[in-house]
């Protein structure tokens, strides 16, 4: 069964770029066909969708985030990557990642505070 | 804003049925049945409780069901239970991916 786990810093400073990790564990994720996404949730409200990448590398941004987003994925470390750049304490929150379209697997989620 | 609003708390009793609505503002919405539901305990990731608007993954317990019409789409928990009290999010992923704010389902 295919496991999710985040993993990254959990204080970044406003203006400088938040670089999160999600390692894939029971499967690999280069095979079958898969969207790979991360999703945050700051502390007392909903979801938010941030983009997501897919088994042949393309990727799709929330249309409010993309400026500032990057999703990558490493098939040999069988991980991919979420960047942000130019943070702000708006940007503070849980950030989850998540398998497929319906996000049928998720990791437990990992807490960025952005503050200097 | 969320592109789908959702009521910010219901409740019910054990045993009894609630209804949790969500609704879009989009055309596609209105035309695609991609409309899924989590289920997310407090402190918890959300877990998958509904996809395609009416499907259960496996291990869901068939007291959930989903249906959509229209521009709105539901969630019905039937025979509530106390582990029942979470919050529900929907989320449509026709065309790019929205969620709604979340509503709060207490177990009275």
């Known amino acids: 069964q295919v496991q999710l786990q985040e993993s990254g810093p959990g204080l970044v400073k406003p203006s400088q770029t938040l670089s999160l990790t999600c390692t894939v564990s029971g499967g690999s994720i280069s095979s079958g066909s898969h969207y790979w996404s991360w999703i945050r949730q700051p502390a007392g409200k909903g979801l938010e969708w941030i983009g997501r990448?897919?088994?042949?590398?393309?990727?799709n941004y929330n249309p409010s985030l993309k400026s500032r987003v990057t999703i990558s994925v490493d098939m040999s470390k069988n991980q991919f990557s979420l960047q942000l750049s130019s943070v702000t304490a708006a940007d503070t929150a849980v950030y989850y990642c998540a398998r497929d379209v319906t996000f049928n697997t998720w990791g437990q989620g990992t807490l960025v505070t952005v503050s200097s | 804003q969320s592109a789908l609003t959702q009521p910010r708390s219901v409740s019910g009793s054990p045993g009894q049925s609630v209804t949790i609505s969500c609704t879009g503002t989009?055309?596609?919405?209105?035309?695609?049945?991609?409309v899924s539901w989590y289920q997310q305990h407090p402190g918890k990731a959300p877990k998958l409780m509904i996809y395609?608007?009416?499907e259960r993954p496996s291990g869901v317990p068939d007291r959930f069901s989903g249906s959509k019409s229209g521009n709105t789409a539901s969630l019905t928990i039937s025979g509530l239970q106390a582990e029942d009290e979470a919050d529900y999010h929907c989320?449509?992923?026709?065309?790019?991916?929205?969620f709604g704010g979340g509503t709060k389902l207490t177990v009275l």
């Open positions: 395609d608007v009416n």
């Open positions: 989320c449509s992923y026709a065309g790019t991916v929205v």
């Open positions: 990448i897919y088994t042949s590398g393309s990727t």
């Open positions: 989009s055309s596609d919405f209105a035309a695609y049945n991609y």
